[in-house]
């Protein structure tokens, strides 16, 4: 008895060193983990996903939330983006904040480090923060360049190559909005029944039940609720959009793709003996660079690109690496921060209930006893 | 050591501030949050005069000569009069300006909250789950109709949408705790991956 | 004058409101909206920022020439407000410059952080506060661990229906409790918007006369 007794009484600094220890350890002991996909998250990327190389088509994305809830929604916005990036979808970017300017940038840069093909004006653009929020929501239904007039480098929206086929929302025809608090509100009151303009959120998981009488009533087309739609979007682009597929729900129960999703470090390109070379006819100058380092195991050659020396990589040049990262299914850490958290986040999960269960045990036995 | 060392280190530094409340109240935990909020309203000055006075205020009046745009420039500068004791009636003016866009709101959160959530809740019972959310719906909304005494056979009814509330608190807690683990998480993927480089 | 015409503009202006919700009248559209009311509110914004702003230094001026409790740590408020506001006036807010720099390094990290501070609370309030004192508290904590679980990895490896289970608890108890509650706020929300439009209600101009 005096075990659980002296149980109810533990410091509250012990129970923050366990957290703690619960979410650092995970975190730099990587493992390999599934995060099960849910219908709001797949509804939203295939809706996405059907604007790919369209030009008549674009997506908005608007950054209504501070640095302080970025750990569940930076993930998302860079996953998107990347989605978009991957599969030549048009996407702009703005915040109706302050202090959400700067992550849009960030977000951003995250991205384009991996994309240095993509262009600010021709495949992105950036509004940056406007003030007005409903104006703005308004505005656009109306004609998005004159409601934005410049963009967040100083440049006039309507001359940026971006905005061809691009007027209001019949074709800037979704809008992604992260937040915090508000999730999509101004848009799903005023932009939906006046214009018809498709609402998707990104919140955090605080927020994420209270959402569903919308998402049942289709005044919202997705949802990404906290890291867990961030990891599960992250899984949704390695499995298609880096793979140039459109999303299957078969493809999705295939076993096979844990391949594609494997989080831990990916450091062999398998290649068969005609992707060999069509991969080698593609950069004729680093040939013979690669043939160093290729190995042969079954008829299938292998390069393992973490085995190749700093200035070997920087002769190979960023194609070369990226082309065989992506052979080797290896994922970078800005591309699976939400799944590694998750690894975290099941460990604190099992920790949190160990602690209710704990915590309640100790106090019935303490009631019987002191009943008796 | 390289910039962006010194830009994480000086982060993580602000970080563990923070995170010093954990073991009691210290004096780098109130200079960190007095700094915060001293450093987001310089922030948010800062920026509002570049991207909201300049092209909204000053460009349209001084450039363009919309000399129309003074007067709301000052009912806004009616709000100051907050300040003083005998004046701040005036900054009425300027809240009255903003409080009359409820007219719309009036209508079209009609539309969104009320009207469409109302639509949905009365499809056609085709499966037992929408007879749940049917039934969870209507006594959810009679357990806060206090006009009649929730006793006899209506009051155990209306009691089943204490069960269903008691379930939808459940799973709001349990993605609360989620939430806060994230966030949690957010910040020491940055102290152990980005400042001190444990893994990559 | 005092109360009566801003409570006649926000009367007015209401009405106004309502009329453009419906009609897509180009004098409502055009006229009402583009021309006048947005320019409007964004010309009332600045004075709006400067009025927190005064109000806030002059909060922590009194709270050091009275020596109040911490009067100490004011000084770091005006530090941090001082030193980003002359680094952005004085060196632009583009990145690489002091501006973005402070904001960065020091302010995203601190309000990051604030909230984190909450998951320790939480294990602590798991552990000493979550208790299943009656059978409402049970079902609560039940469902809170289903989706707890079902939320993380680890929880399809304990049972492959728990990911169906906790879909369904939010997809049907729990989209009819909100449900319901958000009608209910709804209607309440949409009531106190009619009595501010009618005159009825006040409170938002304020005390005094």
């Known amino acids: 008895m005096k075990f659980f007794k002296r149980m109810q009484e533990l410091d509250r600094r012990w129970i923050y060193i366990i957290i703690a220890l619960a979410i650092v350890v995970p975190l730099m002991i990587p493992f390999d983990s599934d995060n ?90 950036n509004f940056g923060y406007k003030p007005n929020m409903f104006a703005i929501v308004i505005g656009m239904g109306d004609n998005i360049a004159t409601t934005m007039n410049v963009d967040a480098e100083g440049r006039k929206v309507e001359t940026l190559p971006i905005m061809r086929g691009i007027t209001n929302y019949t074709e800037m025809n979704l809008v992604v909005e992260f937040s915090g608090s508000v999730a999509g509100g101004t848009w799903i009151v005023y932009a939906r029944p006046k214009f018809g303009l498709n609402v998707a959120v990104g919140v955090t998981a605080v927020m994420a039940a209270d959402q569903y009488p919308y998402l049942q009533s289709g005044q919202l087309i997705g949802m990404l609720s906290g890291l867990k739609g961030a990891a599960e979007y992250e899984k949704l682009v390695d499995v298609f959009a880096t793979n140039e597929q459109s999303f299957s729900s078969e493809k999705l129960s295939d076993p096979r793709i844990r391949d594609l999703i494997k989080i831990t470090t990916q450091s062999v390109a398998s290649f068969t003996q005609t992707e060999f070379t069509a991969f080698l006819n593609r950069y004729p100058q680093q040939k013979d660079l690669i043939e160093k380092y290729r190995e042969e195991k079954d008829g299938i050659i292998q390069i393992n690109w973490s085995q190749i020396p700093p200035q070997h990589t920087e002769q190979l040049g960023f194609f070369v690496m990226d082309e065989l990262q992506r052979k080797a299914n290896h994922i970078k850490y800005s591309f699976k921060t939400a799944r590694v958290g998750m690894n975290a986040q099941s460990v604190a999960h099992i920790v949190m209930i160990v602690f209710i269960i704990l915590g309640n045990l100790g106090y019935f036995v303490q009631k019987l006893s002191d009943k008796k | 050591m390289s910039f962006e060392l010194f830009s994480n280190l000086i982060g993580a530094f602000f ?179 980005d400042v001190l480089g444990l893994m990559k | 004058m005092k109360k009566t015409i801003p409570m006649m503009i926000v009367m007015i202006g209401g009405l106004i409101w309502l009329f453009w919700a419906f009609s897509p009248h180009y004098i409502m559209q055009e006229d009402f909206l583009y021309k006048f ?21 002059m909060m922590h001026k009194a709270k050091i020439q009275r020596r109040a409790h911490k009067w100490q740590y004011s000084f770091f408020f005006f530090a941090g407000f001082i030193t980003i506001t002359l680094a952005g006036f004085l060196g632009g807010t583009q990145k690489g410059g002091l501006y973005m720099w402070m904001f960065e390094n020091m302010q995203m990290p601190m309000s990051a952080t604030m909230f984190a501070l909450l998951a320790f609370y939480m294990a602590s309030a798991a552990y000493k506060a979550f208790r299943a004192r009656s ?39 729990n989209l009819a409790s909100k449900r319901g509650i958000m009608l209910g706020v709804g209607l309440g929300s949409i009531a106190t918007s009619l009595k501010i439009l009618l005159g009825i209600e006040r409170s938002y101009l304020g005390g005094g006369d």
Not at chain 1, 58 to 64: E, G, K, V
Not at chain 2, 175 to 185: C, F, G, K, P, W
Not at chain 3, 47 to 56: D, K, V
């Open chain 2, 15 to 193: 970080t563990l501030c923070i995170f010093s409340f954990l073991y009691k109240d210290n004096p780098l935990y109130q200079m960190a949050e007095q700094l915060l909020v001293g450093l987001s309203v310089g922030y948010s000055l800062v920026l509002t005069y570049h991207r909201v006075f300049i092209p909204y205020v000053y460009q349209p009046i001084v450039i363009r000569h919309q000399f129309m745009l003074i007067i709301p420039f000052l009912i806004g500068v009616l709000y100051l009069t907050r300040l003083t004791r005998k004046l701040s009636w005036l900054s009425r003016y300027p809240i009255a300006f903003s409080v009359m866009g409820v007219g719309s709101s009036f209508a079209l959160s009609l539309h969104t909250a009320i009207l469409v959530q109302m639509r949905q809740a009365m499809v056609p019972l085709e499966s037992i789950n929408l007879t749940l959310i049917f039934i969870g719906t209507i006594t959810v909304l009679l357990y806060f109709f206090f006009s009649k005494a929730h006793s006899g056979t209506y009051g155990k009814f209306v009691n089943v949408g204490k069960w269903y509330m008691m379930i939808g608190f459940g799973a709001s807690f349990g993605l609360t705790v989620m939430a806060r683990v994230s966030l949690l998480i957010g910040r020491i993927q940055f102290l152990v991956l």
């Open chain 1, 36 to 125: 099960l996909t849910t219908p709001s998250t797949e509804n939203l990327y295939q809706m996405i996903d059907s604007f790919s190389g369209r030009e008549d088509r674009a997506i908005l994305m608007s950054f209504a939330h501070d640095a302080s809830t970025m750990p569940e929604l930076f993930p998302m916005e860079v996953a998107i983006l990347r989605h978009c990036f991957e599969r030549n979808i048009k996407v702009f970017t703005f915040s109706n904040s302050p202090l959400g300017a700067p992550i849009i940038d960030y977000a951003i840069n995250t991205v384009k480090d991996e994309y240095p093909q993509i262009e600010s004006g021709v495949h992105y653009c």
């Open chain 3, 135 to 173: 059978p409402e508290a049970t079902v609560l904590l039940l469902a809170a661990i289903i989706v707890m679980l079902a939320q993380v990895p680890i929880g399809t490896r304990i049972s492959k229906y728990l990911p169906d289970i906790s879909q369904w608890i939010l997809d049907v108890p």
């Open chain 3, 37 to 57: 009311y947005i320019p409007w509110s964004w010309a009332m914004i600045p004075p709006a920022t400067i009025l927190g702003i005064i109000s806030l230094s």
